[in-house]
């Protein structure tokens, strides 16, 4: 069998910041995919809150290793 790679896409959110959301993205893809290799952000976005607070958002697609 051949080494091939998955691509995932996950969004990734935080109150804090842009960098803060691509770790709680990339924690949550290591928590359920094993061997990551990389990441590309394909989107920077923020909500408003009701209480005008912000929330960041990054969508990332991120590489699991698969096969050998």
Known sequence: MSTYYEKLEIVGVSSKSYEDAIQNAVKEAESR????????????????????????????????????
Request: no cysteine; net charge positive; proline share 0%.
């Open 33 to 68: 995919f094993s061997e990551l290799r990389w990441f590309e952000v394909v989107e920077f976005r923020g909500g408003i809150n009701d209480d005008k607070s912000i929330q960041y958002q990054v969508v990332l697609k991120i590489a699991a290793k698969k096969g050998n």
